[in-house]
């Protein structure tokens, strides 16, 4: 299992409220399941939870966008300096030694850039992550909004509940189409930006009934 899923495992088996760390047994539908909380505190858990990893889905796929983005701009870049200079330029590159070198790379990583990003299929990786990007920022700013609501009100009610399972479902249904991570170390390190911008000493729990 990769480091940073073993990692949210642990999360979910463990969840601190203060500066308090309380072994959670999950249940079947992944909520946390524990005598030591009531009903509407184990609600807010699960938002608190899923809030957080919405938020890391909408990250590293908005990482991925940029990094897309950056490669594809190298592409372009590299296919249409050499073009210009195959154009324009040749007769001036090719009358010194270091001239013609020159050009000589330059037509030879055009040539790369070109081959490789019809393969790497970088404006439908950019059209993919950019979707998925937003559709999680949308779910995120949902679930601020509930636990905004909930805040508000004081108490879990009927309706946030209902609430609550319509996004849960949503975010379930995201996951479907989430690409494989293809770097442990760059989701390690969303995974503790998230915990820092939203720690757990944020979470607002309803009194105990």
Not at 12 to 25: D, E, H, S
Not at 111 to 116: E, K, L, M, N, S
Not at 173 to 178: A, H, T
Request: net charge positive; charged share 25%; aromatic share 8%.
């Amino acid at each position: 299992m990769a480091e940073w899923k073993l990692r949210l495992f642990s999360r979910r088996m463990f969840i601190t409220v203060g500066q308090n760390v309380v072994a959670k047994p999950a249940s079947s539908d992944d909520q946390p399941n524990d005598a030591l909380y009531t009903v509407a505190q184990q609600k807010m858990l699960y938002l608190h939870r899923t809030l957080l990893e919405t938020l890391r889905f909408k990250k590293y796929y908005a990482q991925e966008m940029r990094t897309c983005e950056r490669w594809n701009l190298g592409a372009n870049f590299l296919i249409a300096a050499a073009a210009s200079t195959s154009l324009t330029s040749a007769t001036l590159f090719n009358d010194t030694a270091w001239g013609s070198k020159l050009l000589t790379i330059l037509l030879l990583f055009s040539t790369i850039a070109t081959i490789a990003k019809p393969l790497l299929k970088l404006d439908k990786r950019i059209a993919r992550f950019s979707k998925l990007q937003n559709e999680y920022l949308d779910l995120y700013q949902k679930l601020d909004r509930l636990k905004t609501d909930i805040q508000h009100a004081g108490e879990v009610l009927p309706q946030h509940e209902k609430r609550l399972t319509r996004l849960r479902d949503r975010f379930d249904r995201l996951g479907l189409r989430n690409e494989a991570v293809e770097s442990d170390h760059k989701m390690l390190k969303i995974m503790d930006q998230v915990e820092n911008s939203i720690p757990p000493t944020s979470l607002w729990l309803p009194p105990s009934e």
